[in-house]
């Protein structure tokens, strides 16, 4: 192609590409990649680290608690709930050993589910207290309290003495009545220890997870640093700069879960904040409180401006559907919002319209009736909840975010999303879950309902109770009703 002596290239030994020359193999490029990973995971496997996890609370230096009360979490479990699950375990029996284990397991050692089923009987040393793990970050020893030690020494000999331990088995093994031990999943281990919660009387979610959540939130409170934490719960990645691989602390892993669990614990540093004098406790010692002779009458809402705040809910989903429902049974029911959020599935009869109020105020229990269109609202929310596996049980309105479905809503939240859609359809009036009854009453009365009915649709003891939620009439409506009346006078 050129001159002076150059020998042209054959275009066909070089293949670019606009980020520059590539090997023509490309194959072999990628097997070497493939190569250069697996070693430096398997450098980083073979390290092998041990773990304090038998923290003495005496030696340690706490800074000072903060002024207000701590908040934490209150469906994450608590020391107290741990040893009471310990407790309802049978000291005796295969069984309970077991399962004692794999408490002591899950909660002192931090034992992930994935981990569980690859524990071997010699992982376990009782000379030392340790238990050793094989995790996805490598090996790591974890020394652990006497109580645990006796937890899993108690059930490592009674498995040695009544099955021949094999290597395949593991130390969590199946226990069926007259079968050999066979390998357990995580899947049944999380079923034993959610069937030990239940024995115990333990309304809260049960599991490995659950476990190491637990632990993390005690230490966190306790004082212990988010560095020991760390090494604790295994937040480890691998940092494969410089040709080889090094784990190094993942604090931001840690960090999220103490956030989650406790958020105003000592090692997250939010004593650190400036307290507000108001939130201070024995603020307004021996004053009076700022409600004080000041009324805060309920505010009767129209039908159109309830039906622009259904508007303001989602297009579609499931949370549509509920907050629908819930309002739909406020509005057209006339339930308090305790009512409501207390109903279980068997409570609903839809073919014949009726909703049962097992305990009502005053723990008086009743049936309302309901119209149908609020009756369809409810049935299209009782397909989507057991399309979402919460099954024909429970509560009728519960929680939809994981791991926490199927719960119990509480009030604040139906308050807070009221005020959400009123603030959205630009209402401008006080917007609250007992307006909606109000609301019911209001529209019976104005459709000339009696007033017995009106009594016995809301739950109320006395005519005079059911008479304040009719005083809602304005003067135009008194004077309407005086011009509807018509009478033939005659000399």
């Not at 009726?354 to 049935?379: N, S, W, Y």
Request: with cysteine; charged share 25%; net charge positive.
């Amino acid at each position: 192609m050129g001159t002076g002596g150059t020998a042209a290239v054959p275009r066909a030994t070089i293949t670019t590409s606009p980020a520059g020359p590539r090997p023509a193999n490309r194959a072999a490029a990628r097997r070497r990649a493939v190569r250069t990973a697996r070693k430096r995971r398997d450098a980083a496997a073979l390290a092998h680290r041990a773990v304090a996890a038998a923290f003495v609370f005496e030696d340690i230096v706490a800074p000072p608690p903060p002024e207000q009360r701590l908040f934490v979490r209150r469906d994450v479990l608590d020391p107290t709930d741990v040893q009471a699950m310990l407790a309802s375990c049978s000291s005796t029996s295969r069984t309970g050993l077991r399962d004692r284990g794999l408490i002591a397991a899950g909660y002192w050692a931090c034992v992930r589910p994935a981990e569980a089923p690859r524990l071997e009987l010699d992982d376990f040393d009782a000379a030392a207290g340790t238990l050793t793990v094989r995790g996805r970050n490598g090996t790591r020893a974890v020394h652990l309290p006497g109580e645990a030690v006796e937890a899993l020494a108690s059930w490592v000999e009674k498995r040695r003495r009544l099955h021949k331990p094999r290597a395949h088995v593991g130390m969590f093994c199946t226990l069926t009545e007259g079968m050999k031990p066979g390998r357990i999943t995580a899947k049944e281990m999380e079923g034993a220890l959610q069937r030990v919660a239940r024995s115990a009387r333990i309304n809260k979610p049960v599991g490995f997870d659950a476990l190491r959540a637990a632990r993390a939130k005690e230490l966190a409170l306790a004082g212990i640093e988010l560095p020991a934490l760390t090494d604790l719960l295994d937040h480890m990645h691998l940092k494969t700069g410089g040709g080889k691989g090094e784990l190094r602390q993942d604090l931001a892993e840690t960090r999220r879960l103490v956030t989650a669990v406790a958020p105003q614990a000592p090692c997250l540093a939010f004593y650190r904040k400036p307290i507000s004098p108001i939130c201070r406790p024995g603020y307004r010692k021996g004053q009076p409180p700022p409600n004080k002779d000041k009324t805060y009458p309920a505010e009767v809402l129209t039908s159109e401006e309830i039906r622009s705040m259904l508007r303001q809910l989602p297009k579609s989903g499931p949370f549509r559907l509920r907050n629908r429902a819930l309002i739909v049974v406020m509005w057209r029911c006339g339930l308090r919002v305790a009512e409501a959020l207390a109903l279980e599935v068997r409570d609903l009869e839809l073919k014949a319209g009726t909703v049962t109020v097992r305990h009502g105020k005053g723990d008086k229990r009743r049936i309302v009736g309901m119209d149908p269109q609020a009756a369809r609202d409810l049935e299209r929310w009782l397909e989507a909840r057991e399309r979402l596996g919460l099954g024909c049980t429970g509560f009728v309105f519960c929680t939809l975010q994981l791991p926490y479905r199927g719960g119990p809503m509480h009030s604040p939240s139906t308050g807070e999303m009221l005020k959400d859609l009123a603030r959205k359809a630009g209402i401008q009036k006080r917007v609250h879950a007992h307006g909606l009854r109000h609301t019911h009453a209001f529209e019976l009365a104005c459709e000339r309902v009696p007033l017995p009915i009106i009594q016995k649709q809301l739950g109320h003891n006395d005519l005079l109770t059911t008479a304040h939620y009719l005083n809602h009439f304005a003067d135009v409506h008194v004077i309407a009703a005086m011009q509807a009346r018509e009478w033939d006078f005659k000399r």
